[in-house]
Each structure stands twice: as structure tokens, then as C-alpha cells.
């Protein structure tokens, strides 16, 4: 069983940065792939960065790549999700997930074993 907890998430305007972070406990961090999703209003799931357990390969979904950056400290047991040039569309509630398939980096939110309970982002223009 592993347990997540995301923070980092709050009001800022568009063009600032961000910080999420996600603290896993309960079990090895590094036997863990790890993804970031998001949900806005009304709208489906979207996977947003996903990272191998050594911090070598990740993923990024078109819509935030160039502007955001997943990385992770195994000795802490946390991944990060580095948000820059924010806009209003990124505004949702960001969550962390484990995937039980360290060396596998996927983009589907149905290969994710554990979630956190998430961290609202908003951005305003």
C-alpha cells in the first residue's frame, strides 16, 4: 500500500510558477513509476508528466511541455511537478499517482496503481 500526499497548489496569475510536490509513504519509492494527472471543471483526466523510477526517462503531455518539469528524490520519497509560464487552462486540481511498473513511463491513468488526493492549481488571467 502506498499513501500519497500532494501540496504546492494555490492561486497564482498567469505567467508565475509553481511548485507541486508529492510525498509518498508505505512502501519502497523507487519499486514506483510516478504521473501527475489533472482534472478541470467538467472535464476529463488529463495526464500531464510521468517520470521512471531513476529520474531517467519521463513524459510530458504536449500541452505542458517546454513549461513544466517532473523530477523526483528517492532519498525523500517525493516527486515534484515544476510548473512555469502558467496559463488559465491549466487551472484543475493536480494529482499524483504510483505505478507498481518502475521501469514503464505511461501516459494512461488506468496503468496507476495508487492516487493522492489532489491539490487544486488556479490561474487567473
Known amino acids: 500500500q502506498v499513501h500519497l500526499v500532494e501540496s504546492g497548489g494555490g492561486l497564482v496569475q498567469a505567467g508565475d510558477s509553481l511548485r507541486l510536490s508529492c510525498a509518498a509513504s508505505g512502501s519502497v519509492f523507487s519499486d514506483y513509476a510516478m504521473g501527475w494527472f489533472r482534472q478541470a471543471p467538467g472535464k476529463d483526466s488529463e495526464f500531464v508528466a510521468a517520470?521512471?523510477?531513476?529520474?531517467?526517462?519521463?513524459k510530458y503531455a504536449d500541452s505542458v511541455k517546454g513549461r513544466f518539469t517532473i523530477s523526483r528524490d528517492n532519498a525523500k520519497n517525493t516527486v515534484y511537478l515544476q510548473m512555469s509560464t502558467l496559463k488559465p487552462e491549466d487551472t484543475a486540481i493536480y494529482y499524483c499517482?504510483?505505478?507498481?511498473?518502475?521501469?514503464?513511463?505511461?501516459?494512461?491513468?488506468?496503468?496507476?496503481?495508487?492516487w493522492g488526493q489532489g491539490t487544486q492549481v488556479t490561474v487567473s488571467s
Open positions: 517520470i521512471h523510477w531513476t529520474g531517467g526517462s519521463t
Open positions: 499517482a504510483a505505478d507498481f511498473r518502475p521501469a514503464i513511463v505511461v501516459d494512461a491513468p488506468h496503468f496507476y496503481d495508487y
